[in-house]
């Protein structure tokens, strides 16, 4: 069992940025995937960015078009913890974000994620 726990979203005005926090727990393993969805009222759950690693590759990221370029992704090992940087805020980045790991290679798809955290609202306004 993994546990994933967020912190660090809030109010934040267009243009801000916001820094979210997943610290995970339990079991682990030498290739693992974690990443952040989010997901709007009324709207499907969506990918946002991933981070995988394993024996070989130490931190390959994968970022939305929606979010390229204003997102940064990054794991601190010793920590356990993955962290979105999010600049550059719109209000259609608003929705709760959630962090979600699996073993193995990363998805986009939020089906193939076993594991999630309890989710943090991000709120951009204009």
């Known amino acids: 069992q993994v546990q994933l726990v967020e912190s660090g979203g809030g109010l934040v005005q267009a243009g801000g940025s916001l820094r979210l926090s997943c610290a995970a727990s339990?079991?682990?393993?030498?290739?693992?995937?974690m990443a952040w969805f989010r997901q709007a009222p009324g709207k499907e759950r969506e990918f946002v960015s991933a981070?995988?690693?394993?024996?070989?590759?130490?931190?390959?990221?994968y970022y939305a078009d929606s979010v390229k370029g204003r997102f940064t992704i990054s794991r601190d090992s010793p920590k356990n913890t993955v962290y979105l940087q999010m600049n550059n805020l719109k209000p259609e980045d608003t929705a709760v974000y959630y962090c979600?790991?699996?073993?193995?290679?990363?998805?986009?798809?939020?089906?193939?994620?076993?594991?999630w955290g309890q989710g943090i609202q991000v709120t951009v306004s204009s």
């Open positions: 979600a790991a699996k073993f193995g290679y990363w998805d986009s798809k939020y089906l193939e994620y076993n594991y």
């Open positions: 339990g079991r682990t393993s030498s290739s693992y995937a």
């Open positions: 981070i995988y690693w394993n024996g070989r590759w130490n931190g390959n990221t």
